[in-house]
T-cell receptor, first 113, second 112 residues
Framework: KAGVTQTPRYLIKTRGQQVTLSCSPI?????VSWYQQTPGQGLQFLFE???????NKGNFPGRFSGRQFSNSRSEMNVSTLELGDSALYLC????????????FGPGTRLTVL | GESVGLHLPTLSVQEGDNSIINCAYS??????FIWYKQESGKGPQFIID?????DKRQGQRVTVLLNKTVKHLSLQIAATQPGDSAVYFC???????????FGQGTELSVKP
């Protein structure tokens, strides 16, 4: 069974631009969660989608948004990029998003110049 | 506040020795705990999990112990190998819609 895939793997953007990242979950998984990883803050939860609905959201500004499609694939968008948005963005999928294992993709490395 | 924290940021062991990585959590309502391994340039990789109604769980060369009395979680790696070198994270989930709360991570370095 294929794992979680994320595209693109690397991105370089400039301040003020916007970016869209994509995540394809493991087949059959309906929950997709997004995390931001930085050296200073570690791994922080952004949001979670289940059956095309955002079910939970972390403490990030409204510039961070996401959506989920009927095939469970998910995208996250960051608008008006800031230097501090440079990070590794990880998505994870699970069957239900409740107390079951989340499997991570390789991440998208975003650099904001 | 809610947090899952690790006691040591780095751990260096000799190849063949056993490794123990510790984690403390603050919320007794946590339902489920997971250990992840993250190698450089990769996403976190699932190692082993344990539910709050268990005290111990074993996998291949790994054992997770959960002490709910003192809110402590540990990962034991037997016969540590160079390929075990990575950053290890503990994470908890509280049935809150896909939200894992991660500790800061422990970097394990295995000396040949």
């Amino acid at each position: 069974k294929a794992g979680v895939t994320q595209t693109p793997r690397y991105l370089i953007k400039t301040r003020g631009q916007q970016v869209t990242l994509s995540c394809s979950p493991i087949s059959g998984h309906r929950s997709v969660s997004w995390y931001q990883q930085t050296p200073g803050q570690g791994l922080q939860f952004l949001f979670e989608y289940f059956s095309e609905t955002q079910r939970n959201k972390g403490n990030f500004p409204g510039r961070f948004s996401g959506r989920q499609f009927s095939n469970s694939r998910s995208e996250m968008n960051v608008s008006t990029l800031e230097l501090g948005d440079s990070a590794l963005y990880l998505c994870a999928s699970s069957w239900t998003g409740e107390t079951d294992t989340q499997y991570f993709g390789p991440g998208t490395r975003l650099t904001v110049l | 506040g809610e947090s899952v924290g690790l006691h040591l940021p780095t751990l260096s062991v000799q190849e063949g020795d056993n490794s123990i990585i510790n984690c403390a959590y603050s919320n007794s309502a946590s339902d489920y705990f997971i250990w992840y391994k993250q190698e450089s340039g990769k996403g976190p990789q699932f190692i082993i999990d344990i539910r709050s109604n268990m005290d111990k769980r074993q996998g291949q060369r790994v054992t997770v112990l959960l002490n709910k009395t003192v809110k402590h979680l540990s990962l034991q790696i037997a016969a540590t190998q160079p390929g075990d070198s990575a950053v290890y994270f503990c994470a908890e989930i509280r049935n809150q819609g896909g939200k894992l709360i991660f500790g800061q991570g422990t970097e394990l370095s295995v000396k040949p």
